[in-house]
């Protein structure tokens, strides 16, 4: 809808009853100068995809969608993917029961500090491909939640987060045929217990 408009600053959505749209993939991708959106008045009840709804979203520094009726959503694939201002972000009231891919959803969030989806349900998730590669802000990941019985790929999952020094993350419950190459790859500032925690119920740093 508003894909590749560039130069646009400001945009006031607030009368749009989208209570009927089922797809809003790609709706604000590559708004590169967008500061500032409000999403409050938002109804995603009968949203299924959410691919790249705000990628490359370079100026928005703060995003609330805690408002988001996210039950029905499939794909969040590269959601966030290339919003490098992007310090802070509230998703704790997200449902997720039905979400099956969560490829590159933060890729190269290059600003972002801090990532809590401890509420997150990922029991139905089957790709977690390169989730946070390129967060090089990134300190503090919260994933204690997380169910990767089913995921079969975490490639690069975390990949470059060169300042990630606290993650909690369920690694045992991973399937044994999920692909973990490169996982760590780039984490210089990770505790080296990292092969001792692979061993034990949750990776705590």
Do not use: W
Request: glycine residues 2%.
């Amino acid at each position: 809808m508003f894909n590749f408009c560039e130069n646009l600053e400001e945009l006031n959505i607030s009368s749009f009853n989208t209570e009927n749209v089922t797809d809003m993939s790609y709706m604000f991708s590559n708004c590169k100068s967008l500061k500032k959106i409000n999403l409050s008045n938002f109804n995603t009840q009968n949203v299924t995809n959410m691919v790249s709804m705000f990628e490359r979203c370079q100026s928005i520094k703060e995003l609330d969608i805690s408002n988001f009726d996210t039950r029905k959503v499939e794909s969040m694939n590269s959601m966030f993917r290339g919003c490098y201002s992007l310090l802070t972000i509230n998703l704790y009231n997200l449902i997720t029961n039905v979400l099956r891919d969560m490829s590159n959803m933060f890729y190269e969030c290059t600003s972002l500090k801090v990532a809590d989806l401890s509420s997150f349900d990922t029991e139905g998730v089957r790709s977690m491909y390169c989730m946070f590669n390129g967060c090089t802000s990134i300190k503090r990941i919260n994933l204690s939640n997380f169910n990767v019985r089913n995921v079969t790929t975490m490639y690069c999952m975390f990949q470059r987060c060169k300042s990630l020094k606290y993650l909690k993350f369920p690694f045992l419950k991973k399937a044994p045929q999920t692909n973990t190459e490169n996982m760590f790859f780039g984490c210089n500032s990770l505790n080296l217990l990292v092969k001792k925690g692979i061993n034990q119920k949750c990776i705590c740093f």
